[in-house]
């Protein structure tokens, strides 16, 4: 088999784990894939009888159809349907009504260490202040259905709150992760067109208060549709408020009943619930569209596959909001399935490193999911901090954003779980909205392997295929496909927001004529018949889980005035998986001091965001280039990550060789000097 290997190690291929306390939902391999076989032969069934489980305010008339754009799946058409309905009122109305759906922790500690701030809400509670805010912004800011509204939010209840309330309204919505540049926000804010900006005065990270409404202020200013700025009060800062344009939400609020009932919009199935940007290979991000019904089918099924979802679990996930996990697997899958989900304000290791053990102790957490990346940073502070605490309460862990190294693996199955808890890699990403391969102990449950996602879901037809769209043989690295339509993909009109010729470009040319949609990701499929992602094919960084294109970046780079041309590629590290690396070639006549490097880096990060600088930056008087002009992004990455190279001659046939070695040696020379 190709030795494939994540973050300097090699995959324990043939290791198998199982769990005897889970020997209930245990099958073998030859009959889950029998199973799965028959969820793909039955595809349309399987999908509707998992719709079936949800309360349609009107039924569908067809399973799913084409949409009016080439490979645009409508699912569950003609059926209406509001998320919000299914996350709240569903529960509020049964026997959920006091149940919490939400426990939010801040960060600001007490002198002993424990949370200043907690917040609790039951599904009722939660209920009323959706409904609070959308009276509030149907009434005083005009919101109605079709409307579209950015979010730039930190991690505070009222950021889940917002997302029920528009969804209720049936207005189309964007969360722009709080890391996000004025620039990236604006450039969001512009592709959707919105004209609502929801946002807070700031948020506490590492101690710090951190401003949100200048960057707002910074992003408004660019964008020449915002109406309206929502403000949330939270970090007690004196902002700058625009006469008839901003508005604080305590105010907005006064004139709310204090529990109007406001009706959930019975949108069609397949039209948009939000918008969310992420990173390609080429051009600026793209606005992946996820509808209400099919989103939803897919992650009521998921939540109880993968999680095992019971009415006596507390859930936590670590992510942001922000970012496409947030979205399904913190706010909308959780409340689906009527759970009890956690959303902390902090980052894992403030104040100490055992913030998230304490978490799981204090509200007695039972499934918990998390990063490849938070847990190699938290490892490095050895057992102990874990130790600590009470974590008999996990029954189930898996992780999700990147590929999961073994030994991480290891450390959350020994240390956190006690070789007691299933421990899962989920693959997916935000153009599936939900999870499409992984282990499935709610149901049917395999043997694990340290480092692998496990065999596709069932009715998720997933197979690793060369250039040529063929199946590859076992242990052969190849392309990640998924091979029939899903509910959860990219949703009508348009898969991406307003480009239709870039969704079908992007996702499904590479293979002609098979109709395949292309992930983007290398995988290889082992002898069982699980997959092991790889990682990205494209130009996509993920920097601490965080997708983040390479065009991205470089683009930020060059618009510095001392800027002639640069390359960033990643580069391996060993906690974040990889960081971005930048190669720089400066305008003539500029001296490449360390000055200089620092200032390259800071402007990165303001251009972009603060989620990205470049790790290392290497000045250099050239790029290697192919004869077309094309840079050899292959060969900057092998400089980058130290890994040989082999004849630089054979790289790329069209090549001018003289010019790439002398680039080469130009690149290895920067490299060598700093390190
Ligand atoms: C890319 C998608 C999925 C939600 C968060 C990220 C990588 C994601 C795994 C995993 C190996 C993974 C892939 C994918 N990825 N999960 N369990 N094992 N790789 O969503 O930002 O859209 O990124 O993340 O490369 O394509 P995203």
Known sequence: ???????????????????????????????????????????????????????????????SEPGAHPHVTRWFPGGRINISHLCLDRHVSGKRRN?????????????????????????????????????AFRNELGLKRGDKAALYMPMIPELPIFLLALARLGVVFTAVFSGFSAENLALRIKDLGARTILTADGFYRRGKVIKLKETVDGAVSLSATVESVVVVKRAGLDVHMTEGRDHWLHDL???????????????????????LYTSGTTGGPKGIIHDHGGYATLLHTTMKEVFDMKDEDVYYCTADIGWVTGHSYIVFGPLLVGATTIMYEGTPDYPAPDTWWAIIERYGVSI???????????????????????????RLIHSVGEPINPSAWRWLYDVVGQKRCPVGSTWWMTETGGIMISYAPGTHFVPMKPGANGPPLPGID????????????????????????????P????????????????????????????????????????????????????????????????????????????AVVAGPDAVKGEVPIAFVVLKQGRDPTPELTLELKKWTKSKFGSIAEPSQLFFVSRLPKTRSGKIMRRLIKAVASGSPLGDVTTLEDEAAVDEVQNAYQDLKRAVERID
């Open 99 to 135: 149940k919490l759906s939400l426990i939010w922790e801040g960060e600001p500690r007490d002198e002993k260490g424990g949370p200043m701030e907690v917040r609790k809400y039951t599904y009722y509670e939660l209920l009323t202040e959706v409904n609070r805010v959308a009276y």
């Open 491 to 566: 949703s009508p009109p348009t898969g991406i927001w307003g480009d239709p010729e870039r969704y079908a470009k992007v996702y499904f040319e590479k293979f002609p004529g098979k109709n395949y949609f292309y992930t983007g990701d290398y995988a290889v499929k082992d002898t069982d018949g699980y997959i092991w992602v790889a990682g990205r094919a494209d130009e996509v960084l993920k920097v601490a889980g965080h997708r983040i294109g390479t065009y991205e970046l470089e683009s930020a780079l060059v618009s510095h005035e001392s800027v002639a041309e640069a």
């Open 1 to 63: 088999m190709e030795e494939v290997t994540f973050v300097g190690e090699a995959l324990p291929f043939g290791e198998r784990i199982t769990l005897s306390d889970w020997n209930h939902r245990n099958v073998s391999v030859r009959k889950y894939f029998e199973l799965h076989k028959d969820s793909i032969e039955n595809i349309q069934e399987f999908w509707a009888s998992k719709a079936r489980e949800l309360e349609w305010l009107s039924p569908w008339t067809k399973i």
């Open 253 to 275: 609020l006064e004139g709310a009943p204090s529990s109007p009932e406001i009706q959930p919009e019975p949108v069609e199935s397949d039209s948009p619930l939000y918008v």
């Open 462 to 489: 997933a197979e690793v295929v060369n250039e040529a769209g063929e199946p590859v043989s076992p242990g052969t690295k190849g392309f990640l496909v998924i091979k029939k339509p899903f509910p959860g993909m």
């Open 368 to 394: 918990f999911y998390t990063t490849p990346t938070g847990t190699r940073m938290l490892m490095k502070f050895g057992d102990d901090p874990v130790k600590k605490h009470d974590l008999s309460t996990l």
